[in-house]
């Protein structure tokens, strides 16, 4: 990466971290804490959560912390989930509370909050969005754990590992849910393409190639941010570049196909457009990773493309899964020179049924608050993600291959 694009923290960003969390910052615990596997926070030696079955007529309270963009995806999901109400909207610009407020078509107008602490100290909430810039996930998500609030994170969890380990540490000492937003999980059509790898006779998964190609980042309106406040997508501390702003949510599908520890990283990356907005925040990547189980995921993505969207693909011994759009394809073969293995199965093409996640991970995350499912994805899934993502940036900057277990010590993106 050119000496440019190279990733170090400003006195900015810490400035403008501060106006935000309103001097609640919280100290980092836990970072040392070693969790095993996806269900760990939630294994039978461990507290259960607490939750509560709803009553006739009840409904869960959530409480959005940031109104940008985003959570009007969030606000349209609850829109259709009739088990949760907005009760409690807050954002440091409070004509964006009163826009998205206008989006909400069930139960009485929110409450609206500047301060998130006196958002959190609400006794009625049962849990808090947060839908905040990538930079200003790790201090709100504990405090609000802390303050005895389920949560939903937005993806990505954090920007690096430590953080992550300090969330989950947070969540097992309150005893809350802690589920992370990457909805492709619950969408329909990823549900069908995960299941029909995993009920084909493909033999071993080995590889996936997967992108997201797209076009750059919107240009948000004039009176979005506070004075003084820029496009955290254009700065590279507080975004994390197109690999953890675009390619967290297919990275996270590669990690739920290949279910397996990311182990390796390595990753060519920079700004690389110049015809596009000035920033330092990365905008195209291509990254290498190395599971346990051997599978190789090749990821690639920028912000200037103009085109359809690429197809995704999973390589295994017996065939190859594409899909793209409205269906998942799978071709079999077998290997020349070598002995054959029976005959070879026929062609599958599957219509995909659409959906994009969003209601389906509300939907689920009622199910948790009523302690009838647990998280999902959880936050060991989303650390997965942000060990692959921390990991690329630093190879990227260093020129190197980076070992996952690195990560637990490396504070700083």
Not at 146 to 173: F, S, Y
């Amino acid at each position: 990466m050119s000496k440019d694009t190279r990733v170090t923290h400003s006195e900015s960003n810490k400035i403008d971290r501060r106006k935000f969390l309103k001097n609640s910052m919280l100290g980092t615990v836990g970072a040392g804490l070693t969790f095993w596997g996806g269900s760990d926070l939630w294994a039978a030696d461990k507290s259960p959560l607490i939750t509560r079955p709803l009553g006739p007529g009840e409904q869960y309270k959530v409480g959005i912390l940031g109104c940008g963009n985003r959570s009007k995806s969030h606000i349209s999901a609850l829109n259709d989930v009739p088990e949760i109400a907005i009760a409690a909207l807050c954002d440091l610009v409070p004509h964006k509370m009163k826009r998205r407020a206008e989006l909400i078509d069930q139960g009485p107008e929110p409450a609206m909050y500047t301060d998130m602490e006196e958002m959190f100290g609400r006794q009625e909430l049962d849990a808090v969005a947060i839908v905040l810039p990538n930079y200003l996930h790790t201090e709100p998500a504990i405090a609000a754990l802390e303050a005895g609030k389920h949560v939903l994170l937005e993806k990505p969890m954090a920007l690096t590992v430590p953080e992550c380990n300090d969330i989950m540490a947070a969540a097992e000492r309150s005893r809350r849910a802690l589920q992370i937003g990457t909805q492709l999980r619950h969408s329909s059509n990823y549900k069908v393409v995960v299941e029909t790898i995993r009920e084909s006779p493909l033999g071993q998964l080995l590889q996936s190639d997967v992108s997201s190609y797209r076009g750059d980042w919107r240009v948000p309106g004039n009176d979005e941010y506070p004075p003084g406040v820029d496009y955290w997508r254009l700065d590279q501390q507080k975004c994390g570049g197109v690999v953890y702003e675009m390619g967290a949510h297919i990275i996270d599908v590669s990690n739920w196909v290949f279910d397996s520890e990311p182990v390796t990283v390595t990753s060519m990356q920079s700004v690389n457009n110049h015809t596009l907005r000035s920033r330092d925040s990365t905008d195209h990547a291509g990254v290498l990773v190395r599971y346990a189980n051997g599978a190789l995921m090749n990821y690639g993505g920028n912000l200037y493309n103009y085109g359809p969207d690429s197809p995704n693909y999973f390589f295994a011994e017996n065939g190859s899964v594409e899909f793209t759009g409205g269906e998942v394809s799978i071709r079999y073969g077998q290997p020349k020179g070598v002995p054959t293995r029976g005959e070879v199965p026929e062609p599958q093409n599957k219509s995909l049924p659409g959906g994009d996640g969003n209601v389906g991970q509300w939907k689920h995350f009622a199910r948790v608050l009523a302690g009838e499912a647990k998280p999902y994805p959880d936050g060991y899934m989303g650390r997965q993600t942000v060990q692959i993502c921390q990991g690329a940036v630093l190879a990227a900057r260093e020129g190197r291959a980076v070992e996952v277990d690195q990560l637990d010590t490396i504070a700083e993106l």
